[in-house]
Each structure stands twice: as C-alpha cells, then as structure tokens.
C-alpha cells in the first residue's frame, strides 16, 4: 500500500506502467484496475499500450450492459474504470470487489476525500469506493499531486485508504 504523490506531468503514469510490469516479470500480477477520472483512462489505456506494450481494456457502461451475467471483468487482464461511473454504481461496486485484484491503482487520487466540519466528517462517495476496493487489493497505489490540501485531520482520515487503522 503505497502513495506516490509528485509533480502533475512528472511521469506518475509512467512509473506505474513500471511498477505492473515488474509485477509480471515476477509472476505477482495477472490482474490489475486501475480506477481513473474519466477524462484520463484513454490515456492510461494509450500510455500502456505504446510505453510498455500493456492492453487495458475500458469498462465503459456497454461493457458493462452487454457482458453475461453483468461480469465485465472475464478474464485476467487489466482494466481501466472511470471513478465517477464506479462510485455510482452499487451492483458494478460489488461486481469489482466480488474479485481479489493483483494490483488496484487509484489515479487522483485525492478526490478521494472526507471533509471535516468541526466535530463530524463525510466520506465521499468516492472515499467510500477507495475504501471498498483497497480490501480486495493485494498492492494498492494510489497516485496523486495533491495529497495534502493543508487540512492535517482531512489528511489523517484520507491515509485510511492506505491503513484503516488510522
């Protein structure tokens, strides 16, 4: 359970493109999600393929409506899923941790937030899908640029997603 938190552009996809791939030359990873904003899984999908030779395939919601049994995850493989559509669906939740995952990266991860207003905090959504799929993950990365946003007790209950112990 890892944070890699540097620089936007500073190659953050590109080291986890290294990461899966030294997972398969050890024989570690036969599967991995990676949850993303829906604005960048085509370039996690591009990046992939032309960097390392990776196909990832997109669970996009016809993926989703037309996969038997409403399995879209059907073979070891790598998947890539848009946070916000996965965050909204209980059933496509369920679906994704009915499975233990090699390697779960979580792009931007810092939208994955819980706020804190005086004594009460709100988990949101997506701090909630965090949370879910990290207790199916044998790695878990979640990458970012912005990990702190200066609030300390907001950022002690986002390192949950690495520990829930905290």
Request: glycine share 6%.
């Amino acid at each position: 359970r890892y944070v890699l938190a540097d620089d936007p552009g500073s190659g953050k996809t590109i080291m986890s493109g290294l990461y899966i791939r030294e997972l398969q030359i050890r024989g570690l990873l036969r599967n991995c999600l990676i949850v993303a904003p829906g604005s960048l899984v085509v370039n996690w999908q591009e990046e992939l393929l032309d960097k390392f030779g990776l196909r990832a395939e997109i669970i996009s919601r016809d993926r989703v409506e037309s996969a038997p049994n409403g399995e879209p995850f059907t073979r070891d493989d790598i998947y890539i899923a848009r946070l916000d559509m996965l965050k909204m669906d209980e059933e496509l939740i369920r679906t994704t941790c009915s499975h233990t995952w090699d390697l779960i990266i979580v792009d931007e991860a810092h939208k994955m937030s819980v706020s804190i207003f005086g004594s009460e905090s709100k988990e949101s959504k997506r701090f909630k899908l965090g949370m879910e799929v990290q207790k199916v993950a044998v790695n878990y990365l979640l990458l970012t640029a912005t990990p702190h946003n200066g609030k300390s007790h907001e950022f002690q209950q986002w390192l949950r997603l690495l520990d829930n112990d905290r």
